[in-house]
């Protein structure tokens, strides 16, 4: 039986870190964001690369879903690297037959990262309200939810990733602390514009807070995430 997880996050917040550690994985295939050429269908958003992501990926989410999601994989384990917010206007009952990892991030930290590249970010591209639908959903199932702070992560890597794997019946693996630097085969066309520091990177760095201040046009954005990333908080893990 294939364990299918959907890692949810919301953006600049180590989600390609953490591809990265679960490709080093013998056991696993990791994927790069499935849904991000159906999100940018679906949403009309602009992206940089929006042109290069709709030529290289079903924008058909359903599709995706039934055919990447469900698809066959010759490792026991299939990652899923995704945006929260790529689950717009997409049926959401696929989630309760999958693991699913709420990563999430202080979002003052987050949004001053995401807004060198998005400077009018708003609340819907954080992904905050479909990481709360999705803990909604799961709680629903009774599922007890996956959560991942990106600072307790950064922290304590080996006790979080450990704890994680655990939790979804998995045994931890060394290799998962460290990845070689470089761009990898399983990178999104998108890369260019969004990895550079991923790819300078050899394993998980030390926390260290962002002292940058955000940008007038995202101050509302923060102030309606940060309730949002607070409930959260309850099932983090670490």
């Not at 958003?45 to 709709?54: A, F, I, K, M, N």
């Not at 998995?170 to 085969?185: I, N, R, V």
């Amino acid at each position: 039986m294939t364990i299918r997880i959907n890692m949810w996050s919301s953006p600049r917040n180590l989600s390609t870190a953490m591809m990265y550690s679960w490709r080093q994985r013998n056991d696993t295939t990791v994927l790069d964001e499935p849904l991000y050429a159906h999100y940018l269908r679906t949403s009309g958003r602009r992206h940089p690369g929006t042109d290069e992501v709709l030529a290289a990926q079903n924008a058909d989410g359903a599709t995706v879903v039934q055919d990447i999601l469900f698809g066959d994989y010759d490792t026991p384990v299939v990652f899923f690297k995704q945006m929260a917010k790529h689950l717009v206007n997409l049926d959401r009952r696929f989630l309760t037959e999958c693991r699913n990892i709420l990563l999430t991030r202080d979002p003052h930290d987050m949004l001053t990262s995401f807004q060198v590249q998005m400077p009018d970010a708003t609340l819907d591209d954080t992904g905050f309200p479909e990481m709360i639908e999705i803990l909604d959903t799961l709680l629903a199932v009774g599922q007890e939810p996956i959560v991942i702070d990106s600072k307790l992560l950064l922290q304590d890597p080996r006790s979080v990733l450990g704890e994680l794997c655990g939790r979804l019946g998995l045994t931890f693996d060394e290799a998962m602390l460290s990845w070689p630097p470089g761009p990898k085969p399983e990178d999104g066309v998108w890369a260019p514009y969004w990895y550079d520091s991923v790819h300078r990177s050899v394993g998980w760095q030390p926390y260290v807070s962002k002292q940058e201040a955000l940008l007038p046009d995202v101050v509302e954005a923060y102030q309606a995430s940060l309730p949002l990333y607070e409930q959260l908080l309850p099932y983090r893990i670490g």
